[in-house]
């Protein structure tokens, strides 16, 4: 009889199947929602045994903690560039980075919803709170940056802005970012983010006429 370790070695490259189960899990839940993958359909997709994912997760929300927490490195990073310091102009580096929201919940569904959909417990996990909050950090930044421009006294709290824009984004993506573009709007995702961005932005006084 075949070696399973062996056999999972060679599947493996070199051994990593801590990774190699992430991306096959990923592609699971873009495939099937973040609810219904298992474990053993995870090692079935790597082409390991149904044993070899317990060398490296608990189970499978320790797996899914490990999706997400990957995820929101992955996010914070797309965010970060395209804020890049609030150039040329804040507010044009701000709607920037809802483009870059829109674009990672397109490029990468399967961490997308992991992060956001599965039911995990972003605070019950150190590591992933701290992924979490550095993401949310990029766009309270960018908030902060909007503001500048005001009288100290006058500025709306940045984590609220960002929170606001944050859910406005990801309200974007579940209503009319998914499926055949128009088929829920004739306005594409983009455009509709941008406008309530903007009209939300006004009203607080972040943008000017």
């Known amino acids: ?25 990923a592609a699971l839940i873009e495939e099937q929602g ?6 053993s359909e995870a090692a079935r997709r790597a082409g390991v045994s149904a044993a070899a994912p317990y060398r490296h997760f608990k189970g499978r929300d320790d797996l899914l903690e490990e999706i997400a927490a990957q995820g929101f490195v992955e996010f914070a990073a797309r965010l970060q560039a395209a804020f890049d310091g609030g150039h040329p102009r804040p507010l044009t580096a701000f ?36 992924a979490s909050e550095r993401a949310q950090g990029v766009l ?11 009288p100290e006294g006058s500025r709306p709290p940045s984590r609220m802005v960002a929170n606001h824009i944050w859910a406005l984004s990801h309200g974007v993506v579940e209503l009319f970012g998914r499926g055949r573009p128009g088929s829920r709007s004739p306005v ?19 943008v000017s006429d």
């Open 34 to 39: 973040p609810q219904s993958f298992t474990l």
């Open 140 to 150: 309270v930044s960018a908030a902060e940056a909007l503001a500048a421009r005001l």
């Open 95 to 130: 709607l920037r980075m809802g483009q870059a929201y829109l674009d990672f919940a397109a490029d990468r569904p399967g961490y997308y919803m992991a992060m956001f959909e599965s039911g995990i417990s972003i605070a019950g996990n150190a590591g992933l709170a701290a």
């Open 188 to 206: 594409s995702p983009s455009e509709m983010l941008e406008s309530g961005a903007l009209i939300y932005l006004r009203g607080l006084g972040l």
């Open 1 to 25: 009889m075949p070696d399973p370790a062996s056999s999972d070695r060679k599947t493996y490259h070199h051994g990593n199947l801590r990774q190699a189960l992430v991306e096959a899990s």
